[in-house]
C-alpha cells in the first residue's frame, strides 16, 4: 500500500495538459474549416451571381442584334454615321487592355461620347445590361474596305458561304460590346462580332 500512495504523490496532472492541449489543436482546426466553409460558400455565391449575368447579358446581345434586323440599324446608309440613341459609333471605339471599350468601362466617357440609349434594368434583380456597337472602321462614313475590318459577303445562292465567290462584295464586321452590372458589384462583359 505504501507503494500506492508514492505513485499518486508522484502525478502531476500530466494526462491533464496532455488532454487540454489537445482540445486546442482541435478547437483550432474547427476555427479554420469554418472560415475555409465560409470563404468557399461566398466564392461560389459569386460565381452563381457571375453565370447568371452572363444569361442575362445575353437580352443585351439580342437587343442590339434586333437593331440590326429592324431596328435603326437595319440600312447600310444608317450605319455610316454615328447612332447616339442606339449606343452605335460607326468607328472603332477606344479599348483598354483588356479589349473592352472604354465607353463601356466609365460612365463618364459613355456620356461623353453622347450615347443615350436607356440601359436594360431589372429592378427586381438588381441587374443592368448595357450594350455599345462599333462598326470596326477607321472612320464614319460609307464603307471602305482599305480602312474598314470586313470579311466576303456572297454573292450568289449557290456553293459554300464561307468561301470568297467571284464578284462577291465585301461587308464590315461590327463588334457587340455588352456589360452586366448585378448584386455585389458583380460585373460580366460579353463580346461578339457580326457583319452585315
Known amino acids: 500500500m505504501a507503494f500506492l500512495q508514492a505513485r499518486r504523490r508522484q502525478q502531476r496532472g500530466l494526462i491533464l495538459l496532455v488532454t487540454l492541449l489537445a482540445m486546442v ?8 474549416l469554418i472560415r475555409s466553409f465560409d470563404t468557399s460558400l ?9 453565370r ?8 443585351g446581345m439580342a437587343a442590339a442584334i434586333a437593331l440590326f434586323n429592324s431596328g435603326a440599324l437595319a440600312t447600310d446608309s444608317s450605319r455610316a454615321a454615328d447612332v447616339p440613341a ?12 483588356r479589349g473592352i471599350p472604354l465607353v463601356l468601362v466609365n460612365d463618364s466617357t459613355f ?21 455599345v456597337i462599333d462598326r470596326q472602321c477607321a472612320a464614319a462614313g460609307s464603307f471602305d474596305a ?8 456572297s454573292s450568289d445562292a449557290g456553293g459554300t458561304n464561307w468561301l470568297k465567290k467571284a464578284g462577291a462584295e465585301y461587308v464590315p464586321v ?20 457580326l457583319s452585315r
Not at 461566398?42 to 457571375?50: E, I
Open 86 to 97: 442606339s449606343n452605335y459609333s460607326a468607328s472603332i471605339l477606344a479599348v483598354n487592355a
Open 52 to 59: 447568371d449575368l452572363v444569361n442575362e447579358g445575353e437580352r
Open 146 to 153: 482599305t480602312t474598314c475590318v470586313y470579311v466576303p459577303g
Open 25 to 32: 489543436i482541435l478547437l483550432i482546426s474547427a476555427v479554420a
Open 111 to 131: 456620356a461623353s461620347k453622347g450615347m443615350s440609349a436607356t440601359d436594360i434594368t431589372d429592378s427586381s434583380t438588381g441587374v443592368k445590361i448595357r450594350t
Open 174 to 193: 461590327y463588334r457587340i460590346s455588352v456589360r452586366v452590372s448585378g448584386p455585389r458589384n458583380t460585373q460580366v462583359f460579353l463580346q461578339t462580332t
Open 42 to 50: 461566398l466564392l461560389s455565391g459569386n460565381l452563381a451571381f457571375k
